[in-house]
């Protein structure tokens, strides 16, 4: 795919340019509980894993998985690698916010994983929160576009009011420290807020919301959390892709409801955004 896209490059006409895409995907693919009975992991997994083979994303990030299931995905998709530790030692306990991206396009310049609290360099819960939430980030050489950008996962708590608008704040503030050149910015997730509520519009100031600045309008249903329950309207909209101003605009935004005989891969619905640089 990659030689493909830089031979048509080299085919364009003389002073003709060519855009290089990047396309990303954020899931939360909802954790390991057997008492999901009929939508277990174990029976929703290859479908998942076949949904982000088919849709070809640059760089995914997921939300909820435990060390098991972010194995097996990168068993699945042995293209990828990937970065990021469990959110209760840092390591492999607890759920991941795990970033994933193509090893012939990108190479890794940095990553690390920090806490969404007080003391964001130890495991630990922050504010009100019920649990503790991690943000990953990967720091990436984007060799087809000759290119560096920065891209951030996360998933905000479901609980704390306080602790997801410190999220927010928190998350600016660590990619203003890191990104110290202004280079692009990818920060996706599931941030347990819908567009009115402080979060997302903390972050929707701060960066571009994709839904909101695609080109072309957003394709799928309005909202990204199914709760499972297939014949019911998803209208509740809490995960989402941001960008940067700089450097990256936004062609396209989706949220993809595939299923397979009437069961979704997981509880929410990926979201994904097709750009270029």
């Known amino acids: 795919m990659l030689r493909t896209l830089i031979l048509l490059c080299f085919l ?47 760089v995914f990030g997921i939300q909820e998985g435990l060390h098991r299931q972010v194995e097996y995905l990168s068993e699945q998709l042995p293209a990828f690698q990937r970065v990021g530790g469990g959110r209760d030692d840092g390591k492999t306990a607890g759920e991941y916010s795990a970033l994933y991206f193509l090893k012939a396009r990108f190479g890794l310049l940095q990553s690390g994983t920090f806490w969404l609290s007080e003391t964001p360099d130890v495991p630990s819960k922050g504010w009100d929160a019920n649990l503790p939430r991690v943000c990953t980030y990967a720091h990436l050489y984007d060799s087809l576009a000759a290119k560096k950008i920065w891209v951030f996962n996360t998933h905000f708590d479901h609980i704390g009011v306080e602790a997801r608008r410190r999220s927010a704040e928190l998350i600016l503030l660590k990619i203003k420290e890191l990104n110290k050149e202004n280079e692009p910015v990818i920060l996706m997730g599931d941030f347990n807020s819908e567009p009115g509520e402080a979060p997302a519009v903390l972050l929707s100031r701060a960066l ?27 209208k509740r909209l809490i995960d989402y892709i941001f960008v940067s101003e700089n450097g990256l605009r936004v062609r396209q935004h989706a949220v993809l409801s595939d299923s397979k005989n009437c069961h979704y891969p997981s509880d929410h619905l990926p979201v994904l955004a097709r750009m270029e640089y």
Not at 37 to 50: N, T, V
Request: hydrophobic letters at 40%; one cysteine or more.
């Open 12 to 58: 364009l006409p003389f002073g003709a340019t060519c855009q290089t895409t990047l396309t990303a995907i954020t899931y939360n693919i909802r954790f390991d509980n057997p008492a999901d009975s009929a939508d277990a992991w174990p029976l929703r997994r290859a479908q998942l894993a076949a949904q982000l083979r088919f849709y070809a994303p640059d």
């Open 208 to 234: 571009m919301d994709t839904r909101t600045v695609s080109r072309e309008p957003s394709f799928g249903p309005e909202g990204t959390f199914n709760a499972f329950k297939f014949h019911e309207p998803v």
